[in-house]
């Protein structure tokens, strides 16, 4: 079954920036937000809006890269192969990071929906047109790469030093602020489904599958977050969640 669903042509606004970029999650606080209204209408004219189901592949380790995209809603799973077949868990990408890497012909990581992914995808020729065109659109593509840069140190810091229970709020703290870009701060609990499945969890902590699920049960008696249905995750109070990060719950 194809991975790519419903998908569809976005509109152009040749006098002004196109109707669906305003309203973006992308435009806004991603890359696009470089991009002049001319820009935004050449970029569009060569962009798709796709779906991407749980568990397909965005694109695979070794594959010759030739789209890049901007993630609209969902969580994407980045994962590293081994010589000998054996797979870790090296990132979550979620709205509005961008999926690829300009400028390289192949792909050292492979990318898998975690949840439904929506994904605004654009050929690889087009966007480095506009990158060599666009300082800023440049800047924003650096600035983002340093992001990942610091997020990973921090995630080695994570793995390296923090408790078991410490690298399971951390985990759920990373989904808690990334879920929903477009939530503000004060308002109130926040509810998601867990992106992954216990082992995948685990894997991504260095921890076991018991070890994470005792942990889990332990914030939750906390009064830390809330588990309904064994994979919905409520935080009642962000703070609390994040106190947790750094000190025994």
Not at 30 to 58: P, R
Request: glycine letters at 4%; hydrophobic letters at 35%; one cysteine or more.
């Amino acid at each position: 079954m194809n991975a790519f669903e419903s998908e569809e042509r976005m509109d152009i606004h040749n006098s002004d920036v196109p109707m669906i970029c305003k309203s973006c999650e992308a435009r806004h606080k991603g890359i696009c937000g470089a991009l002049s209204a001319d820009q935004l209408v050449y970029l569009s004219k060569h962009t798709t809006k796709s779906v991407v189901e749980k568990e397909h592949e965005l694109f695979a380790n070794g594959n010759d890269i030739d789209r890049y995209s901007n993630i609209l809603s969902g969580v994407v799973k980045l994962t590293k192969l081994m010589a000998d077949g054996r797979q870790q868990i090296v990132g979550l990408q979620f709205a509005p990071d961008f999926l690829g890497r300009p400028f390289k012909q192949q792909s050292d990581l492979s990318a898998e929906a975690a949840t439904n992914v929506r994904v605004c995808s654009f050929p690889k020729s087009v966007l480095e047109e506009i990158i060599r065109q666009s300082p800023e659109m440049e800047h924003r593509l650096y600035e983002q790469s340093l992001k990942e840069l610091d997020e990973a140190r921090e995630w080695m810091l994570t793995l390296g030093r923090k408790t078991a229970s410490e690298k399971v709020a951390s985990f759920l703290y990373m989904i808690s602020e990334n879920i929903d870009p477009e939530r503000e701060a004060s308002s109130g609990p926040i509810r998601f489904e867990l992106p992954l499945k216990r082992a995948d969890i685990a894997d991504f902590l260095g921890l076991t599958i018991e070890t994470v699920s005792r942990q889990l049960t332990k914030l939750r008696k906390a009064g830390i977050i809330e588990i309904e249905n064994n994979r919905t995750v409520i935080v009642p109070h962000l703070h609390k969640l994040s106190n947790a990060c750094e000190a025994e719950s």
